[in-house]
């Protein structure tokens, strides 16, 4: 018998490399401590937006580009992001972003204008994009496929959903109790901390080939013209000239995008991998829950502090149940079942309860009982989206090669945050026109009636806006309703048992 040793394939290489890694408990903890900063970063500094104005005297025109600056360069770049992990090393990449990361942080923190203030968002973006498909990846590269990767990605999923929650609570925290400049200095020492960490990190098999420039140029600046043209278009119209150009230059420069990653021998996303029934449903699913899920805090916040007159903190505190539901489904109850039934078991009952929290949400009336209406309809909304996340992530990630989980990844990052902005574009326009069907320019009518007293005038307009708001979670519980159309019909990954009996098979 020959003792000539057969070479290794990538994944019975990974596989090797997963099994001596050791510190999974560690790792998972870094990973999902990552995940949460950055998805709070989209929203920490909402609530600090009062405080920014003020210390920076920043015009109401720009206000905005605070968030929208962060949002932009992560959506647009994610692409990218997930790329280049699978180029030049994850964890390699992981360090890179986190210590890019904690730098914008600083001098966003440090900024004496708001333009400083603005570049520093759009930086943190950046670093972002290369963090989130990155940290995803590295959960296939750590945890093996199947009961230990479910828990891995409960958790991730966890972290995903609360994140924005999160945010809302501790902006509310820390503008209260310190200064606006301390929803980013905090993320310095997370930064420094996970950094120290990332030694247990499984690298994984890296992809073979080189980076697509012509590939890179026109997916990240077509993704980039998309997003723009929607954050823009909720902004200043759909018949603003820049928000049509940048909407004819996305038309144009993705098409192209596809065009050449069909021809080019290295592509920065290879086609094969939308080609797959499963994760082309995880992948437009997941757009329309981003796009849901975006608008819900968006709403549920001017709800609960224009109409209820909630302040920073008390707001932050009132999502804990939405944060309960979503911790507990996708961090504990999801995991579990997916142990014993196929995935699309868990996210059609998961989207059904998302879409009747967003009918509760949008019978909602001003001085309508936190604990009686808001808080059922929070707790059963989020028990929805924890159950829905996981399964569409581990679907996204399934079956993946070892060299292209990055872009995987960044894939179904990339949907979740076009979706928010196509969600949150279109569902303020709903809600804008069922309030002026009320009371044309309900929002500027009630800081007047709030600002002389005026009762009467109030009670006007949080009638009309609150109507606006019910016409937009209507048709939030419309766009989960048509994710469960797109999961019950596409999805079919088999539950344990039956990969279990092909295994023996």
Not at 182 to 192: E, K, Q, R, S
């Amino acid at each position: 018998m020959s003792s000539t040793s057969r070479p290794q394939s990538p994944r019975s290489a990974q596989a090797s490399e997963r099994s001596e890694g050791g510190h999974k408990g560690l790792a998972l903890a870094l990973i999902a401590v990552t995940q949460l900063m950055l998805v709070l970063d989209g929203t920490i500094m909402n609530i600090a937006l009062p405080s920014v104005q003020t210390s920076l005297d920043v015009p109401a025109a720009r206000l905005s580009w605070i968030i929208n600056a962060y949002a932009l360069a992560f959506g647009g770049l994610l692409l990218l992001g997930g790329r280049i992990g699978d180029l030049f090393g994850r964890r390699r990449m992981f360090r890179v972003s986190l210590v890019l990361f904690a730098l914008a942080s600083l001098i966003g923190a440090l900024a004496t204008g708001e333009f400083v203030l603005i570049a520093a968002r759009a930086l943190q973006g950046v670093a972002a994009a290369i963090a989130a498909p990155t940290a995803l990846a590295l959960i296939a590269t750590t945890f093996e496929e199947g009961s230990e990767r479910n828990r891995a990605m409960g958790v991730y999923g966890a972290m995903s959903g609360l994140g924005s929650i999160i945010g809302l609570l501790l902006g509310g925290v820390l503008t209260e109790f310190l200064s606006w400049r301390w929803v980013l200095f905090v993320n310095i020492p997370i930064c420094l901390a996970v950094l120290a960490g990332t030694w247990v990190l499984v690298e994984g098999t890296r992809a073979r080939g080189r980076l697509d420039v012509p590939g890179a140029l026109s997916g990240s600046v077509g993704l980039l013209a998309l997003v723009y043209a929607i954050v823009r278009g909720g902004e200043q119209g759909w018949t603003d000239q820049l928000t049509l150009g940048c909407f004819a230059a996305a038309l144009v420069l993705i098409p192209l995008f596809l065009f050449v990653q069909a021809r080019s021998r290295h592509p920065m996303m290879p086609l094969g991998l939308l080609r797959d029934r499963n994760r082309a449903a995880s992948y437009s699913t997941m757009l329309l829950v981003g796009g849901g899920m975006f608008a819900t805090y968006y709403f549920l916040t001017l709800y609960m502090q224009q109409v209820e007159g909630y302040d920073a903190l008390r707001t932050g505190v009132a999502y804990l149940p939405f944060a309960i539901g979503i911790g507990l489904a996708s961090g504990l109850l999801g995991p579990r079942l997916l142990g014993k039934v196929s995935p699309r078991a868990v996210v059609a009952p998961g989207l059904c309860a998302a879409a009747l929290g967003m009918v509760a949400f949008s019978l909602l009336a001003p001085g309508s009982s936190y604990f009686l209406h808001l808080m059922p309809a929070m707790l059963i909304t989020g028990i929805g989206l924890g159950l829905s996340i996981v399964p569409l992530t581990l679907g996204a990630l399934s079956g993946v090669e070892p060299g292209q989980s990055g872009i995987a990844s960044g894939i179904l990052n990339a949907g979740m945050q076009v979706g928010g902005a196509l969600g949150l574009a279109l569902l303020s326009t709903v809600a804008l026109t069922g309030a002026n069907s009320v009371l044309p320019d309900a929002n500027a009518l009630l800081f007047q009636g709030l600002e002389s007293g005026d009762t009467t005038l109030v009670a006007q307009a949080s009638q009309a806006l609150t109507h606006g708001y019910g016409w937009a979670f209507a048709v939030g519980a419309g766009l989960y309703t048509l994710a469960l159309i797109l999961a019950v019909t596409l999805l079919n990954t088999p539950g344990p048992s039956a990969q279990e009996r092909k295994a023996r098979g």
